[in-house]
């Protein structure tokens, strides 16, 4: 394999590590945030649910946003 070839597969490597550790804290972000919710109908009554509710569907619209930014991205350089 050329040195060049070998270049353009680590940086193509490099990039997906980097998408599946950033995908991976969003996840993390998510979970702390339902076990959050979970806790606060459990033990806190409830006062809280309603925004950190808020604050998941305002995370997972943004996070959805630039996922399809991304995708559609890919597919106009696919073309």
Same mark, same amino acid.
Do not use: C, V
């Given at each position: 394999m050329s040195k060049s070839l070998d270049t353009i597969i680590k940086a193509n490597k490099d990039d997906l590590i980097d998408e599946a550790t950033l995908e991976l804290t969003h996840l $993390?972000? &998510?979970?702390? &945030?339902? =076990? %959050?919710?979970?806790? @606060? *109908? =459990?033990? !806190? *009554? !409830?006062? +809280? %649910? $309603? =925004? &950190?509710? /808020?604050? !998941? +569907?305002? &995370?997972? /619209?943004?996070?959805?946003? @630039? $996922? /399809?930014? /991304?995708l559609d991205e890919l597919k106009q350089d696919n073309k």
């Open positions: $993390k972000w &998510l979970n702390a &945030l339902f =076990t %959050a919710i979970r806790h @606060d *109908m =459990t033990d !806190g *009554m !409830g006062f +809280q %649910a $309603k =925004t &950190l509710a /808020e604050i !998941g +569907q305002y &995370l997972t /619209e943004n996070l959805s946003y @630039d $996922k /399809e930014l /991304e």
